[in-house]
């Protein structure tokens, strides 16, 4: 072994709810410094990994548990989280919950802003606002496609799929400008941009009207509840942690680092996060990867482990997807490795008829969960008719005529998840297909770093897709019209 460890902390080690850690899991909490990433693959038992370290603090090291922070990014997440942990008072909380926690602790009056309340402040813009000002106007009339001359007509206008288009885009860009921790000065400098100018008068007039609304009936949404602890953070000692580890650290975007590094420095503890950077799938909402890939910078000194033995995978199925997803090689570079093996682990399913293909191919499993997968949430209905399908909970269906107990979920919601057998649909070269070529929102690039590789994030979700089966994932690809994914795949097998 490379580390030297007590007698004791091995014993611990060799039985973490009912699994020994292996030496690269070990090595990650015994020779864990001020700052630890841990770089886990696919089903290479992360969250045993910080089961074991919790234990680990706890039982060797004497740490009191409520000196123990655990973040993660979701509900779903932190309760099975704590499930595992099974310590009462290990803290265990999402940023939001931790930081309504810390501006409860501190006595802060607050209302949460009610769902869908920057979308509510949109149409009370446009509808109350826009048209009466006639600098605002003339902005809005220059971006659109099809001229507007009279109220009446823009009435019309705001009932449109148009309007609706523009409507999302425009507050998919105020969110990320807020996840991104920007400041109106930042914003000031993208007019600058000179094309985009219109748009960006809009927008900045709506960003104003939306925080003036905001503080008006004293409401903070979700992205200020963060930004409000972290200021209380950094101006006095609120913290009292020890230890604070934090899954799922390649889904962090600027404004959750900000709040990590004030929490770090108020209470001075350690800090451990764990994560996958080829599973960095939620561009979209805020996060950036080059956080987790770049860790050393905002941690000086931190110290990165690597945790390759994937448990769940066969060794032929973790090479072909590790392969495909390091086409990209600005992600960092793994020895993934499994003591299991399978001849054909990804099987390539031609059809005509899409509806027969996948009866057929649940027909040939035959045994064990079966989960499907496709890019949208609507792709299931390409395969199999409405009609046909009896929805049950989280996903889960049964098919007309049939006694299998199917699941369905987009591969986004599949992140973590993981199925005896997988089947993935929609691999076609449309728009909507896998990969997606959808456009990114406008203006988001003036945010947001460009890709520097082709579908870099679609390839990192169609990693996801081929990693949740432990035995088989087929693909159920078109004769004609292929996706480029599914082409790059056949050539690789």
Known sequence: MFYNAPMNAEKLLENINGYALDSEQKASILEAEKFSLIVAGAGSGKTLTLVGKI??????????????LCISFTNEATKSLKEK?????????????????????ENIDYQIAPDAYLEEKVDTFFNKFLWNNTFLKKQFLKIKKTPILSLKKYKEYLKTREYQELKKWMTTFIHLYNTNNLKIEEFKTMFQRKKEIPLLYLIYAI?????????????????????KATKLCKQKTICHYKEIIIDEFQDTSKLRLEFVKSIVNNSDANLTVVGDDFQSIYKFSGCDLNIFLNFQEFFPKAKIFKIQTTYRNSQELIKLAGDFVMKNKSQIPKDLKSNKHLEHPLQIRKYYNKYNVLLKTIKKINTGEILILGRNNFDIYKFIP???ITWKENGYFKLE???????????????????????LINLENTELGFPCQKKDTPLTHLIQEKENFLYEEERRLFYVALTRTKNVCYLLVPYFNASIFAKEIKKMK
């Open 85 to 105: 942990i099974n310590i009462p008072k290990v803290q265990v909380y999402t940023f939001h919950k931790l930081a309504i926690e810390i501006l409860n602790k």
């Open 55 to 68: 234990r680990y603090l706890i039982e060797i090291k004497q740490m009191d548990p409520k000196d123990i």
């Open 386 to 388: 409405k009609e046909k």
């Open 207 to 227: 960003l104003n009207f939306y925080e003036k609304e905001k503080m008006v009936e004293e409401y903070l949404d979700f992205d200020d509840l963060i930004k």
């Open 401 to 423: 005529n049939y006694s299998f107990s199917l699941r369905y979920l987009t591969v986004h919601k599949s992140k973590g998840l993981e199925s005896d057998n997988v089947i």
